[in-house]
């Protein structure tokens, strides 16, 4: 299946793209399904299984599907309206989506967390259900947060494979696999960025393409700056206090005095990198990387490049984004992003292997070289867990895009000292990090049932 450069990075809100983008854009499909039904609604419920039922309160699960009943939608959020929203539907017990009058909604009452049953599709799953004047279900959907903001019916699971078909054909270079988009590139002549260029080509012109991937970085670089300048207690619980502040301050403090060692740059990543997941554990508007949780990486090694790697140019960010997206394609398509379907590996690790090869390409490597950095990152996250400390997407996650950058810089950096060969494909990797994936305990997979969250003091 096609996936666009827009789809890997879409804008949206925290703390979490699958356990709260996914189900807000759930409720809004739920609603388009609706408004084109002949029978009359009268109110919504909303059932949440998996890990959206074990790790829903820290991330935001309950707020986000009951924005999304009332019409809200991640990349156009106003926290203010957001507020104003959900006041009404607590004093009132009904929401009011667009075309479709008010619904009794009561949230109490409506959203249940079933944490006994778990729904087939995937471990993010939801059951979406219209009822009558007389309380009867009028309309079911189950839907599949399947990570990265990316949301999918039972009947669009089934035609999945139908699909994938029939894109590849409307599209010049449709690579599924590392090896395939290797060999289409040697064929070509093109690099991946461009090969990628001309696939979206199929869908946009130039100008929109330029422009929305203008948006992208500019949303990416407002998070990061945002993220350095605000400070203060992160909500949750934890009582985990924003770093990123004090750590640029400070950064910015030593320059010029000749008290940095070397290995200062790595907290230049750091501090970039938390920026972004501070804002992200906030609910701040972030851009999927390819997720919520491991939104911070790949702007962090695109400011790395841009303030700190000499002859770095701006013009060449579109090539960032697109190779980097090219990567997080085929992880996707052939594994998962989904830290609830395979752990943290398929976030931070994909992540940072999609940082690592943007940032190969634009450092000059070849086709081969960008793929070996993307390998060297993934390896070397491989059965990562994905163990939120009360659920919340701030511990360990925030200092784990920190060392996620760090990666992908330095997989980036030897991959560049080679000619491209090396032992293990980058297809291997991703193959095994999705067999790592599902042989992992639940207890490691975005339900705060084991690791981290049930050996730290989280009250």
Known sequence: MFLSVFDMFKVGVGPSSSHTMGPMVAG????????AQPFKVAGLRASLHGSLAFTGVGHATD???????????????????????????ARTGTVSPKGLGRL?????????????????????????????????????????????????????????????????????????????????????????????RENELVHLDPDALAAGLDRIWGVMNDCIDRGMANDGILPGGLLVRRRAKAIHDSLMAEQGLNLSAPHTINDWMSVYAMAVNEENAAG???????????????????????HHVPGAAPSRIHDFLLTASAIGGIIKHNASISGAEAGCQAEVGSASAMAAAGLCAVMGGTPMQIENAAEIALEHHLGLTCDPVRGLVQVPCIERNGLGAIKAVSAASLALRGDGTHLVPLDA???????????????????SLGGLAVNVPNC
């Not at 042989?439 to 975005?446: A, N, P, Q, R």
């Open 28 to 35: 809004g499909r739920f609603l388009d399904h609706l408004r």
């Open 63 to 89: 707020r986000a599907t009951i924005l999304g009943l009332a019409g809200v939608l991640p990349d156009s959020y106003d926290h203010a309206k957001a507020e104003a929203i959900l006041a009404d539907i």
């Open 104 to 196: 009794a909604f009561v949230p109490k009452d409506d959203l249940i967390f079933d944490y006994e049953t778990a729904l087939p599709g995937h471990a993010n799953g939801m059951q979406l259900m219209a009822t009558d004047a007389q309380g009867d279900v009028v309309a079911r959907e189950v839907y599949y947060s399947i990570g990265g903001g990316f949301v999918v019916t039972e009947a669009e699971q089934a035609r999945e494979a139908a699909l994938d078909a029939r894109d590849a054909k409307a599209h010049p270079y449709p690579f599924e696999t590392a090896v395939q988009m290797l060999d289409m590139a040697k064929a070509s002549g093109n690099t991946i960025a461009q090969m990628k």
């Open 284 to 306: 701040g508007q972030v851009v999927t990387s390819p997720t919520n949780g491991a939104a911070g990486v790949l702007p962090a090694v695109v400011r790395y490049w841009l």
């Open 429 to 447: 990797c991703i193959k095994t990090m999705f067999e790592t994936g599902q042989d992992m305990s639940v207890k490691y997979k975005e339900t």
